[in-house]
Structures are given as C-alpha cells and as structure tokens.
C-alpha cells in the first residue's frame, strides 16, 4: 500500500484501494457482492451467454464502484487519481523506489509494504 492508504501497488502498478471510510460490516457485505459478481462472470463466459457475461459485468462495476475502487475519488484534497499509472511514473515514484519497487523482476508480484 502506498503510505497514504490510496492504493495497492500490483507488477508495478497504482490500483484504487477501498475507501476507509466504510464500516468493516458494509465492506465485508460489499466484498462477498462483488465475490458473486465476479463468479457470475465466471459462470457465463463458461456457458456462452453474452446477456448474463453483460449483467454479470455490470454488477462487477457497480460493486467496485460501491467499494470506492472506481468512479469518483474517496478523498477530499483534490489530488488526482493514478489508478493504473505505473508507480515510478507518479508522484510516488520515489517511495516505490526506496522499497524496492526498481529492482523486481519483470511479472513479479509487488508485496505490500508499509
């Protein structure tokens, strides 16, 4: 996680964390929405069923807007969002370098730090 609790970092990558502002119950409730979501997904790329993969997708989408992970930023500064951005190309960069973030391999996964 980066130091201000904003996002994850994944090969290199900034991901939008969930916003700390929800109750552990309403995250907890949210997760297992988005959990189904994603085996909907799942389930109807296995049968073929392009109306079911649409709904099912949209479901994701709501459930990681929900979570705070898409949309709208969770915090009030009016700093931009870098979801996506590589780390080293953000203002992050420095941290990400001072934990290793320069010397992983090409594919591999970025352990949270900090």
């Given at each position: 996680m980066t130091p201000d609790q904003r996002y994850l970092v994944v090969r290199g990558r900034l991901w939008r964390a969930t916003d700390p502002g929800l109750s552990d119950a309403e995250r907890q409730r949210l997760v297992a929405a988005l959990m189904d979501a994603r085996r909907a997904v799942k389930s109807a790329k296995r049968a073929d069923d392009a109306a079911?993969?649409?709904?099912?997708?949209?479901?994701?989408?709501?459930?990681?807007?929900?979570?705070?992970?898409?949309?709208?930023?969770?915090?009030?500064?009016?700093?931009?969002?870098?979801?996506?951005?590589?780390?080293?190309t953000t203002p992050y960069a420095a941290w990400y370098?001072?934990?290793?973030?320069?010397?992983?391999?090409?594919?591999?996964?970025?352990?949270?730090?900090?």
């Amino acid at each position: 996680m980066t130091p201000d609790q904003r996002y994850l970092v994944v090969r290199g990558r900034l991901w939008r964390a969930t916003d700390p502002g929800l109750s552990d119950a309403e995250r907890q409730r949210l997760v297992a929405a988005l959990m189904d979501a994603r085996r909907a997904v799942k389930s109807a790329k296995r049968a073929d069923d392009a109306a079911a993969l649409a709904e099912a997708r949209r479901a994701v989408d709501a459930g990681k807007r929900a979570l705070g992970e898409r949309g709208p930023v969770w915090w009030a500064d009016g700093a931009p969002d870098y979801t996506r951005h590589l780390a080293r190309t953000t203002p992050y960069a420095a941290w990400y370098a001072r934990h290793g973030g320069e010397d992983e391999e090409p594919g591999a996964e970025a352990a949270p730090q900090d």
